[in-house]
C-alpha cells in the first residue's frame, strides 16, 4: 500500500476526479489500481473564491507497479505506515491484584477499555453519576438554576467532554497511531464512520452518551467493575508507594497500581494529594469570556459563496492576538451552531463553556476568548491557581445576581468602556440567563485590557469579530487544570510508586482526543509494570 498526500481538488469535483488525481500523480494506468480508501479529508478555505479539498488516500497497486512505484521516490508518496493497535501485553491467569482507575472521562474510559480488553479487570471509581442521570442533574442546572456538586458538567460518567463539541482532533504528535485505536472505539460504539477520515471530526453530546454507555458496557463484559458516586477521599501512601484508597463511604480499597484521571476541576482531590505529600505543581493556564457571534456572519467570514455547503459543514475559527502588555489573546474551544453552558461545579461560582451537537445547527457560533496566566500571576504555592480560578468564579457570580446566571456585555460596549443595556441581533445561548452590565470587573485589569485590545484586531483576521451586537458572557476559568501533577518517563508520579496521573486534571492531554489517547499510554505503562515487564 502507497499513502499519497497532497492531493488537491475543487470544492465540488466529480467523484472520479479522485481516482484521476491518484492516476496522474503516480504515473500509471487506471487499470493497475485495486483499490483506495480516505485516510483524510481536510479543505484550505484561505481563498474563499477558490475553496480546495486536500486528499490523504492509500493506495493499493499491483505488485510490480507497486514495487516501481515505492523506488521512484515521488514527492508526497510513501509506504502507507502500519497503524494497527497491538496490546503491549496480557494479563497472566495468576494475577491475584487489579488495577483501579479514579475517573471515568475520556482518559479514565479509555485507561480502563484498554487494561480489560488486556484482561487486567480494572475497577473504576466515578465520583459522580451514569451520564444519563448526570445529564438530568445537568438539565436541573441550566434549566432550574440547581446545582448538583457532585453531578454536573464537570463530574460524571464521560467527563467534561460529555458536555462539549465531541471534538476528535488535537495537535499532539500520535507517532504511534493510537489515536486510530481512538477513532475505532468509537466507531464501533455508534459514531460516524466520517470521524475515520474528515480532518476536523465531532460527535456532539447526544451521540456521545450512548456511546460511554456502550462502552461502559465493553469494560464490564471483560470483567471490569464501575462504581458511580465512589469518591476518593484519601490515599494512603507508605514509603512512597501507593497502597490504597479511602472512599467517601468509609470503605477502603487496597490497591497498588492506580490510573489518577480526574478532570481539571477535582480541586478537593488535588487539595487531598498535596497535603498527602504527592508532587504538585503551578502551571499556566488561561481566563476570559464567551464571546458569541451569529453563526452565519462566521459561515460568510470563512467560506463566503460556498457558506452552507455539505462538505464544510458549520465554520470554525482559530485566532491569536499578542496584547502590548505582553499577554496573548486567543480563541479555545470553538463551537460552531453550539450553545454557552453552565459549567461550575461548586455553589455560589458561575463558570462558562461551550457546547455544539452533532448537527451544529444551533443559530449562534462561540468560543472562548481568553488570556494567558502564568504563576507569578497567582503566588502562593502549587495550588494558588484554584484559589485564583474560585475568585473570579465568585465575582461572575455576584455580577450575574446571585442565581447562577452569568453577567454579560455586548462586545462593542466592552470595547469602549461603557455598559451594556439591551441585547442587539445577537440573543445569548447561556441558561438559565444572561444579565447585561459592565465586565470590565470580571477578570484581573491586566486581562482586560488585553482582551480590548484583542477583539479590533482579531475583527482583520475574521471580518466581523468586532460586531457591536456580538455577546461576551462570563467567565470562562477551567481551560485547562491550574496544577500538574508531574509523572517520570514510566508514566507514574515523581514520589509516588505506583500512581499513574492522567488526563487533563494532571495537565497531560487538553481535550477528548488528547485525553483518550494519554489514558492509552498510561494504561500500558501500568500493565506492564503489574507483569513485571516495565
Known amino acids: ?216 458496557a465493553t469494560i464490564e463484559s471483560l470483567g471490569g467493575e464501575i462504581r458511580f458516586g465512589a469518591r476518593v477521599e484519601d490515599v494512603r501512601i507508605v514509603d512512597g508507594h501507593m497502597r490504597g484508597l479511602v472512599l467517601k463511604d468509609g470503605e477502603e480499597l487496597q490497591c497498588e497500581h492506580v490510573v489518577l484521571a480526574i478532570g481539571h476541576s477535582a480541586r478537593d482531590t488535588f487539595e487531598m494529594l498535596h497535603k498527602r505529600g504527592v508532587y504538585v505543581e503551578a502551571k499556566p493556564f488561561s481566563v476570559g469570556f464567551r464571546i458569541e457571534h451569529p453563526q452565519s456572519l462566521i459561515d460568510n467570514a470563512r467560506f463566503g459563496a460556498s457558506a452552507g455547503h455539505p462538505l464544510l459543514g458549520a465554520a470554525d475559527y482559530r485566532l491569536v492576538h499578542h496584547a502590548k502588555n505582553g499577554r496573548g489573546v486567543y480563541s479555545f474551544c470553538m463551537c460552531p451552531g453550539g450553545t454557552v453552558v453552565a459549567a461550575t461545579s461548586e455553589p455560589g461560582n458561575v463558570v462558562t463553556n461551550g457546547m455544539s451537537q452533532y448537527s451544529r445547527n444551533e443559530r449562534n457560533a462561540n468560543a472562548g476568548l481568553v488570556v494567558g496566566i502564568s504563576p507569578a500571576d497567582y503566588p502562593g504555592g502549587p495550588l494558588a491557581g484554584i484559589a485564583f480560578q474560585r475568585q473570579w468564579e465568585r465575582q461572575a457570580f455576584a455580577l450575574g445576581g446571585g442565581d447562577y446566571w452569568a453577567p454579560g456585555q455586548l462586545v462593542g460596549d466592552f470595547v469602549r468602556g461603557r455598559p451594556s443595556k439591551h441585547f442587539g441581533d445577537v440573543q445569548p445561548s447561556y441558561t438559565p440567563g444572561v444579565r447585561l452590565g459592565d465586565l470590565s470587573t470580571a477578570l484581573p485589569e491586566y486581562a482586560i485590557a488585553a482582551i480590548r485590545e484583542a477583539i479590533p484586531a482579531l475583527d482583520r483576521q475574521l471580518k466581523g469579530f468586532a460586531m457591536h451586537d456580538a455577546v461576551l458572557t462570563g467567565v470562562e476559568t477551567r481551560t485547562s487544570s491550574p496544577i500538574r501533577i508531574t509523572r517520570g518517563a514510566d508514566y507514574q508520579s515523581l514520589n509516588t510508586r505506583g500512581l499513574y496521573p492522567a488526563g487533563e486534571g494532571a495537565s497531560y492531554a487538553g481535550g477528548i482526543y488528547s485525553a483518550a489517547i494519554d489514558g492509552i499510554e498510561v494504561a500500558q505503562a501500568l500493565a506492564l509494570a503489574m507483569t513485571g515487564e516495565g
Open 1 to 216: 500500500m502507497l499513502r499519497l498526500t497532497e492531493l488537491k481538488l475543487p470544492l465540488d469535483h466529480p467523484e472520479t476526479d479522485l481516482r484521476a488525481a491518484i492516476v496522474q500523480r503516480l504515473g500509471i494506468a487506471d487499470g493497475d489500481i485495486i483499490g483506495f480508501t480516505v485516510h483524510k479529508r481536510s479543505y484550505d478555505a484561505r481563498k474563499r473564491s477558490a475553496i480546495t479539498l486536500i486528499y490523504t488516500v492509500d493506495v493499493e497497486l499491483r505488485d510490480p507497479v507497486n514495487a516501481d512505484i515505492a523506488s521512484r521516490g515521488i514527492a508526497h508518496v510513501a509506504p502507507s505506515p502500519d497503524m494497527r493497535y497491538r496490546f503491549v501485553t496480557h494479563a497472566p491467569s495468576t494475577l491475584k491484584s487489579r488495577p483501579v482507575v479514579i475517573g471515568f472521562g475520556p482518559c479514565g474510559l479509555f485507561a480502563a477499555l484498554i487494561l480489560a480488553q488486556m484482561g487486567f479487570r480494572p475497577i473504576v471509581l466515578e465520583r459522580g453519576k451514569a451520564v444519563r442521570e448526570r445529564t438530568r442533574d445537568t438539565f436541573g442546572l441550566w434549566r432550574q438554576a440547581v446545582l448538583d456538586p457532585e453531578s454536573n458538567v464537570q463530574f460524571g460518567e464521560g467527563g467534561a467532554g460529555t458536555f462539549s463539541d465531541g471534538k476528535l482532533w488535537s495537535q499532539i504528535k500520535d507517532p504511534r497511531f493510537y489515536g486510530r485505536k481512538v477513532l475505532e472505539e468509537f466507531v464501533r460504539a455508534g459514531a460516524p464512520e466520517e470521524i475515520m477520515y474528515v480532518s476536523k471530526p465531532h460527535i456532539g453530546t447526544f451521540r456521545l452518551v450512548s456511546m460511554i454507555e456502550k462502552m461502559r
